[in-house]
């Protein structure tokens, strides 16, 4: 065979590689490019960050008192001191069985008045209760929501890394490639 067709083939051969090289990176980057718009798909389309505990209200902070009971108590009462009022008028009792009776009502609305403040204490303390604990379910939805996003923002840029370290190891290796093409040919000619 002759040196100007050797050469020629060589020639030819260099392009034929080039040009399978060039379709290989030109593969690799049309890949690159649907992994890439694949990736941002799946970020863009996932679901929202949220706080379950967000909205919360404290439940403890409207607890009413309970004041029917209170009341009927106080009537029953009332009701008891008129019948023994009467009693005591029939049978012809004195004053002082008057007054003794009028101190016996008096201690019973004390005791109804003292059973509606502990209510109202009870009540007090659960709301309060329940407001601590509102606001330490809303600090750990905080967190939580925090942690997630950290996490997936992690994801990201860990993603990224590998993939850029996958771009530059194409690279290279095309380069390789080709610095071997042209070993080859210098050695064939």
Do not use: C, H, W
Request: charged share 30%; proline share 1%; hydrophobic share 40%.
């Amino acid at each position: 065979m002759s040196t100007k067709k050797a050469k020629a083939l060589a020639a030819q051969d260099t392009i034929d590689k080039e040009a399978e090289l060039d379709l290989l990176k030109k593969k690799a980057e049309d890949r690159s490019k649907v992994l890439k718009s694949e990736m941002q798909a799946l970020v863009d389309n996932r679901q929202d960050v949220i706080n379950p505990y967000e909205g919360m209200t404290n439940e403890m902070a409207n607890l009413g008192v309970a004041t029917q009971a209170a009341e009927f108590q106080a009537e029953q009462t009332d009701i008891a001191l008129a019948n023994t009022l009467d009693a005591m008028r029939s049978s012809g009792a004195g004053a002082g069985g008057a007054t003794a009776l009028a101190q016996a009502a008096l201690q019973s609305k004390k005791g109804i008045a003292a059973n509606l403040e502990r209510q109202e204490a009870s009540n007090q303390k659960a709301a309060a209760q329940g407001a601590q604990d509102l606001q330490n379910k809303l600090a750990e939805g905080k967190k939580f929501a925090f942690g997630v996003t950290e996490n997936r923002e992690n994801a990201d840029v860990n993603r990224a890394a590998k993939e850029l370290e996958n771009q530059k190891q194409q690279a290279a290796d095309a380069e390789t490639m080709r610095v071997q093409a042209e070993i080859g040919d210098a050695l064939n000619t």
